[in-house]
């Protein structure tokens, strides 16, 4: 006989206020099988958990409801309580009459009759429940970081400290992202180079780090703790491990009109290049849409030059599969296309430029080696706008399909650019316009009022409507909210402060980790408050911008975060896993193959089988085998069998069948 | 839209919906819903399976037979399944099965799959109330329900 015992959570006043707790509880004692049924003010707490425990063993239960907040939330704990009373932590189930019931419904009785059906539901299915005993699953120990902007780089490093391998996979030739092209960095004004580049070279050399640059991840199987990766590694055409990095077939090269990517195409590179000075890998690599000699077989002159032979225009994308324990996203992020905003002109003039080419128009490695210099005739501006929220924070549904979110870093930027352009060139009038000017952080909003009180950067509330190139000069025009006026600045220069997105690539590679993201692309965390480095697929982590918009310090907090969480599972030699999987009943299996092609896992196989037939002869049939430790349950399997052998525990079709029955009593 | 769920006199048709969320995003939008108090009427009510390819059509048709007036099936939207592709067999299967239902006179109205990722707690509350409105203009619904059943 079963005898379960159903516990009613008031959650304080979060449940009791819209739910008749107590007549929820009386409802659940005429149930079948319930022997005891209580109401207490907080489930969780630890006294609501010792009279769970107590209860147990007092009246010998063989099966727990707690009708409470979601599972999601302490399925958990309640686990954990009934099983250190001595019962299997699957004969539970939780009711969920908070976030589904009380929190959604303001009419007391409506929310009462919904939690009785609910529980009612929710008893019905513990009937069924089995004891489930989990497995295990060994731990490989190492870790894959996808992205080697500073978030990657910086989580790598703290993995391999703590002694574990690492591979950065980065899709460019070279590690660094979007610092490597910054001048100087908020709030504290140091170049990014100089704080950047160690990280890069000791990553470089770190014993326990391999950089598999210009590479991608193009295929992932397995799940938490054994993880299979497939990695197209892209020509170079150059040899990895041959090239020096001297840099002579990139004085060389004849093809020198190449837009550099590095410096936003604001200048030229040549087919083969290095992408920058203090690029890690340094080593050269060919650009086969520019190439002459991969082009058309006619040139040849750095396989000439290059004395250690390491140019190889016969080189081909190659793949290599790689085995981890965890894995984390490191993407970051990208500036949005402003196509959309011609009203800036960016289409129109080459001085209407956005703060990533701002950043490289003041760099000294940059286009024009530092000196702040028109793009269009390299002539020194002396008047400059720089306009804020470009794409951001637009409404819904805006025609320009701008964000609706705040990019976060722009007003630091701005403010940064504005003060480094009056510090440079005090001869030039800087204007930046705002919506509002967001700069919480620490040591963020003094750094703003330098700008605007120190520097006599004028700060100007209101959007610019238009820019219009004319002779030579850019009309902004805008209109002034504080003052209530329209305004007209004669710039030579304006600067757009670009919303920031997800790089492109991170939904494809979402959908390989089967990792979810919002509606913005941005990799969503586990837990938004309490599990912010975890995305919700289990073995996958997330680190710096590509989860959201993020400066360095912050980019940089989240990789050691991550990082830690990856150490801690690394740590581990095996892994408990989910032991809601599916079974095929052997004796039912009519060997049809139907459950292994559904099987995103490969977790299903066919075996020989002998059977014992009725009349004592031996019978050989083919019959479905899961591997328990590759499934995941999601119960695809169950649905196609024609014969009903596969099934799955914890949702079985009998439990299911027993909570509609439930609910539509 | 909101459905008027104030009980007032029994006559007042109230459905019997029974709404099959994926734990991974649809249940976690529903949790969202909640979260936010976002209201939809109390008519809807949640079964969590592991992923919406595990909805057996024969969930469905029990549902009906025992007395359901609707059944909506959620799931993660095309592309962002946490097992990858079930949400596709769902819909190929839930198509099949909503077309055979409305051929023997259950309205396409009762049925419908939705995509609800756990961001989109909004679109879990309006597409239950749209689903509630929908079903209640529908009124009860008798075709398959086995008798027996009933009480
Ligand atoms: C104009 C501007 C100025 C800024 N100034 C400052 C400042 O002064 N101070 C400050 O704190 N912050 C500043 N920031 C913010 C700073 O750039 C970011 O915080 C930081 O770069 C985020 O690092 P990340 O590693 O997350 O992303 P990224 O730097 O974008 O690095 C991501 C890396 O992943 C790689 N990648 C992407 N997709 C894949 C894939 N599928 N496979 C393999 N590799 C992939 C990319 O190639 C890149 O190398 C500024 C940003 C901008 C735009």
Redesign the pocket.
Known sequence: MHRIGVFVCHCGTNIASTVDVKAVAEAAAKEPGVVFSADYQYMCSEAGQNLIKDTIKEKNLTGVVVCSCSPRMHENTFRKAVSAAGLNPYLLEVANIREQCSWIHKDIKDGTEKAIVLTRAAIAKVVLNAPLVAGTSPVTKRALV????????QTALDIADAGFEVDI????PT?????AQ?D???PTLDC?ACILTPKMVEAAQHEKIRILSY???CGVKGFVGSFKVKIKRKARFVKEDVCTGCGLCTEKCPMKRVPNEFNLGMDERRAIYIPFAQAVPKVAVIDPDHCNMLKNGKCGVCAKVCSVGAIDYKAQDSFVEEDYGAIVV??????INIDAYDEFAYSQSKDVV???E??RLMNAAGPTGGKLLRPSDGKHPHTIVFVQCVGSRESDGSPKCGKSYCSK?CC??TA?HAMLTREKYPDTEVYVFYIDVRTPGKGFDEFYRRAAEQYGVHYVKGMVGKVVPENGVLKVRAFDLIAGEQLQINADMVVLATA?EP?K??RP?ATLLTASMDTNDFFTEAHPKLRPVESPTAGIFL????QGP??????VAQAGAAAAKVVGLLAKDSIVCNPCVAHSDEKLCNGCSRCERVCPYGAITYVDKEFKMPDRSIKIRRVSQVNEAVCQGCGACTVVCPSGAMDLKGFSTEQLRAEVDAICK | MQVNNSTGSKDVFRPKIVAFCCNWCSYAGADLAGTNRLNYPADVKIIRVPCSCRVNPLFVLQAFQRGADGVIICGCHPGDCHYTSGNYYARRRMTLLFSMLDFMGIEKGRTRVEWVSAAEGAKFADTMNDFVSTVTALGENRRLEDLRCRK
Request: net charge negative; aromatic share 8%.
């Open positions: 996808i992205g080697g902007g500073i978030a990657g780089i996979v980065e899709k460019r590690i660094g992202g979007k610092m910054l100087k960095t908020f990014a590479s991608e991840v490191a993407t970051g992020f990208e500036p956005t703060s990533l701002y950043e870093i630091m930027y940064k920031i790089d690539t991170a590679l680190s710096g911008a590509c993020k400066d360095i310090p912050e980019t």
